[in-house]
């Protein structure tokens, strides 16, 4: 339940705004450092550019690569 209600507060914000809402820390919902594809799916806008944003190409955007959004 605690990862719906995070995914539901996640989708209020990412809603809510029309370029990247959240910061990098709340779209890391499990805390690994890194945004991984299904994490960056709560924004359409951070999903449009992530395969160019993922330089390099390991399927997940480390802080640095979303810095660069
Ligand atoms: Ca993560
Ligand atoms: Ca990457």
């Keep these: 339940m605690k990862t719906l209600h995070k995914t539901l507060a996640l989708l209020a914000l990412a809603t809510s ?3 990247f809402a959240a910061d990098f820390d ?3 919902v499990n ?3 890194a945004i991984s594809k299904s ?3 709560v924004s359409e806008a ?3 550019q992530f395969k160019e ?3 390099d190409g390991n399927g997940e955007l480390s802080k640095q690569e ?3 959004a």
């Design 46 to 48: 951070l999903m449009s």
């Design 39 to 41: 994490e960056a799916s």
């Design 66 to 68: 979303y810095s660069k």
């Design 53 to 55: 944003l993922d330089t």
């Design 17 to 19: 705004s029309a370029a």
């Design 26 to 28: 709340t779209l890391d």
């Design 31 to 33: 805390g690994d450092g």
